[in-house]
């Protein structure tokens, strides 16, 4: 493979908004903004040289042998030589009752071939792309966002499902109106993008209105549940700036079920002593906690990424804890870091308790 862009590549992210409620005016942003609906799946770097296809994820992880069926539309319907930014998603329902699937979606990264071609079956996936990178021997990534679209919908315009190229809109009523309606087929939200903007891989460029604050964040450990069977909580970290992995928080409020199924599914991060054991970490303990209680905890191989629902942060740590939303197996670790969180725009209390 030998392209103007090759993998690995960090795609271009986007920060949340404050106003979680309306999406940002056009002339917030030097040169104005396109609207694109936010789509809830695997982000994607489509790599296409020929017959080779390569899918770059977020992270150093390739996607590619986990849509094989994906692989084969992309090779047919791309362009000879190109480099295509977009996202992977599955589509279940009727007709009429259609949304996209996160769980099924999460099911394809499965290590074995036989599991994977049964999911690439009955579990097809589709990409949806928004922006073009590299056509033929062509860099695209220096031109503004707006030049980079028009050549996408020129070299895209004729393909078909699978493979779609994202609506878009520069009216900030119609964007408002899809961030909520969209939601019922399963989208996530709405992001903006500056149309003079160069593609700045792995930089936080683009605005993003999502329908909750979350998170992705780095499982650390566990506590025991107080029963003395399945997982109490989870122990949660985010990187900071100089890649130093730090504690933010915990999630917990499992059903018994969940305490069971989660314990059983980390035992492969445990950390363990010589003999086997699962290593035993002290733990800080709560002031307002019985003094006998254990704060001890599991600690884990920091590999497994969660995404987590959260209200606010208090310094560098969540405010309360944190509910788990669902595991994010196409998210690298390193990537989880501080910069992605939503943080309030400052207030002055003395302004709230006076009403000035």
Known sequence: MQLPVMPPLAPMLAKSVKDVTTVPAPGSVDGGLLY???????????????DEVELGSRGSKLLTRYFPELVEQLRAQLPLRCVVDGEVVVRRGEAGAERLDWEALAQRIHPAASRVKTLSETTPASFVAFDLLALGDDDLTSR???????????????????????????????AQEWLQTFEGAGLDGVVAKPLAAVYQPGRRVMLKVKHARTADVVVVGYRVHKSGRGVGSL????????????????ASAFTDAARLEI????????????DGAPRRQAGEKNRFAAADKDASWVPLQPDLVAEVRYDQLEGDRFRHTVQLARWRPDREPASCRFDQLDVPADYDLADVLTGG
Request: proline share 7%; charged share 30%; with cysteine.
């Open 36 to 50: 694109e609906p936010k789509w809830d799946g695997f982000r994607c770097v489509v790599f296409k040289d020929g």
């Open 144 to 174: 503004p966002f707006a030049e980079r679209r028009e050549a996408l919908e020129a070299a895209l315009g004729g393909v078909a499902a699978p493979v779609h190229l994202t609506r878009t809109t520069t009216d900030p009523v119609l």
């Open 235 to 250: 122990l949660l970290g985010l990187h900071d700036d100089e890649g130093q992995l730090r504690q933010v928080g915990g």
């Open 263 to 274: 314990e059983e599914a980390l035992q492969p991060l445990v950390l363990r002593d010589d």
